[in-house]
């Protein structure tokens, strides 16, 4: 008997026990940053039901929001296989791969997107870089940092933080278009809070509340020009800001509308800013222009 209650404890402590991806009632709150405003709202996400797709029995997630990052702009049909979470694309009428929860550092392999503009389909590459656990609520979550390496015409490399429940905490499928760099409407990410009956609420803290909102005065007005552009973005040390061979005069505000920086050249070292989103102002004496920025963690 004592055998058998020892390795009931054993189990019983083991961190990293598989856990339900989305259950029917999970919710996830992301932040909304307005490109032209810099006003901040919200966006909730929700899973309702369960339907069948291909023979597969597949949660059904609302996204129901068009962005300038978020590929999957509607449903996210998807179900667990094993370790891996499986997601469908009515693009391509397929299933792949899009997270894997038992992969080690180093591990990587490919997910298939089609191209915003032509309609082509390209190849991205997903990379485990590091593994950890995160406990919500005295659950232990398998968590990973991840890299997404897009074809090279995209010019666009990002990193993410992948949780068991939660999925990527900059976006649930964190996956941008080839519009991404231009486009200068909305920006949703990154997680406010997560529900569900199984592990109760979760906040990253992010945000005062889940449904927080901020609006701009009246008077802080600024346009928007082409002329004028920052880069990479996401951006984890040096941000670049395009403007032919006229230096800036820059102002970086946090969501709050807080000034962290300020400054004036053809670029700024932001690495000594919290991993967030951001509201940039650039000036270079002949036009202004408002955009966002996401700034990696180390």
Known sequence: MKFIILLSLIFYFIPGTAQEWAPVGAKWHYDILYAFSGDVGYHEVYCDSIVEIAGKSCKRINIDYAACNNYFTQKLYTYSQGDSLMVYDPQLDIFQMLYNFGAEPGDKWNYLIVEFFEGSIDTLQIQVDSIGLEYINGTALKKQYISYTYPEEYQLYTHGIVMEKLGDIVFLANINTSFYGLCDVDFIGF???????????????????????????????????????????????????????????????????????????RSTDVSGLAEGLYIIVLDNGIEKATTLFVKLGQ
Do not use: H
Request: some cysteine; aromatic content about 18%; overall charge negative.
């Open 191 to 265: 997680l406010r809070c997560y529900e569900d009956a199984e592990i109760g609420f979760y906040s990253t803290e992010l945000r005062d509340s889940c449904t927080w909102s901020f609006k701009w005065g009246s008077s802080f007005k600024t346009i928007y020009e082409e002329s004028i552009r920052i880069f990479p973005n996401p951006v984890d040390k040096n941000l670049y800001f395009s403007t032919t061979d006229i230096t800036c005069k820059y102002q970086i505000f946090n969501g709050l509308g807080q000034i962290m920086m300020t400054g004036e050249g």
